[in-house]
């Protein structure tokens, strides 16, 4: 998820500047750090079944994933990104700016304001939060020729012979890498999401919903309220600087604290949107047992660092 910071505009127009510098910046944010965000999925379900990743940190996985699936892996995912990055964003921001407003006329503000308001806004823009993440991560945990990890037989067979089919082609046809990969991207982006469809109908794109209102919704009201509070104690700093290096700062320490808090509960939702191996039919309480019991509390906190990297710089 892309994370901007709110810019203060008067009036219609200035909601307006908020949401296209909102959606703006999260695309931005999601192309630098998406490399980040598969990281943090693959480690994430590192203890399904996947010897080759099984008990490494996150060094050992960046090295496994860039020796066998080369730069590209780290992309994997990013084409429904691309697609929807922007109007999430700004869905998400201009969410956020609206129920600020409105909390604030209520209680006056303050950080229980900042915090409902974050909350609010995942409830909102998860219409369009949801779909992107199944279908991101799905993608993200899968290699070239089958799977990173051990994912249902279901979720996979509806989509891994199309998608391998339609890569190779574009890879034919095409001139430029660069626009190759990009297009087979939003392909296998397309083809995941027919192959959900297929499978269990609509509703499968929006599994693990509530689940991902329970891990965003705290993030966003940890981030915000972090966030404005930061930007509180430094509000005597230098205009010139406070608008540049003193916001990128908040910004990230604010990403890092609530992407390392909730990561725990970002690692169960993982495993349940992309189905993984033992987590049939499952619900969040039973993964989480299941986890511990298996694989211990440290399973946990697996991703935290390619969490924390991705939302500290998305912040």
């Not at 960046?62 to 700004?90: D, K, M, Q, T």
């Not at 392909?187 to 693990?208: C, M, N, P, T, W």
């Not at 003193?246 to 604290?257: H, N, R, Y």
């Amino acid at each position: 998820k892309g994370r901007g910071t709110m810019v203060s505009g008067g009036g219609s127009e200035g909601r307006m500047a908020d949401v296209v510098a909102g959606g703006l910046a999260g695309f931005c944010q999601d192309a630098v750090t998406h490399p980040m965000d598969t990281l943090r999925a693959r480690l994430n379900l590192s203890g399904c079944n996947d010897r080759r990743v099984k008990g490494r940190g996150f060094v050992g996985v960046w090295r496994e994933l860039l020796h066998h699936e080369g730069v590209g892996g780290l992309y994997r995912g990013f084409g429904v990104a691309l697609l929807v990055s922007i109007p999430a964003n700004a869905l998400y921001l201009s969410s956020y700016k609206y129920w600020r407003d409105q909390f604030t006329q209520i209680a006056g503000g303050g950080f229980l304001c900042d915090s409902l308001a974050g909350l609010s806004a995942e409830f909102t823009s998860g219409i369009l939060w949801t779909p992107i993440d199944v279908i991101k991560q799905r993608l993200q945990v899968r290699e070239a020729k089958g799977g990173a990890v051990s994912v249902s037989p279901q979720s996979v067979a509806a989509s891994s012979a199309s998608s391998s089919s339609s890569a190779s082609r574009s890879q034919q046809r095409s001139t430029s890498r660069a626009t190759t990969t990009t297009k087979a991207s939003i392909d296998r982006s397309f083809q995941e999401a027919r192959a959900i469809v297929r499978e269990v109908g609509l509703k499968g794109l929006y599994r693990g919903y509530f689940v991902g209102v329970f891990v965003w919704g705290p993030f966003s009201s940890i981030y915000f309220a972090v966030y404005e509070k930061l930007q509180k104690l430094t509000k005597n700093t230098d205009p010139a600087t406070r608008r540049n290096s003193v916001s990128l700062g908040c910004g990230m320490v604010a990403g890092g604290v609530a992407g390392g808090l909730t990561q725990p509960l970002d690692c169960i939702r993982t495993r349940l949107q992309v189905k993984a191996q033992g987590t049939e039919g499952m619900g969040f309480w039973r993964v989480l047992s299941s986890m511990i019991r298996a694989e211990g509390l440290v399973s946990l906190f697996r991703g935290t660092t390619a969490r924390v990297l991705w939302l500290g710089a998305g912040g």
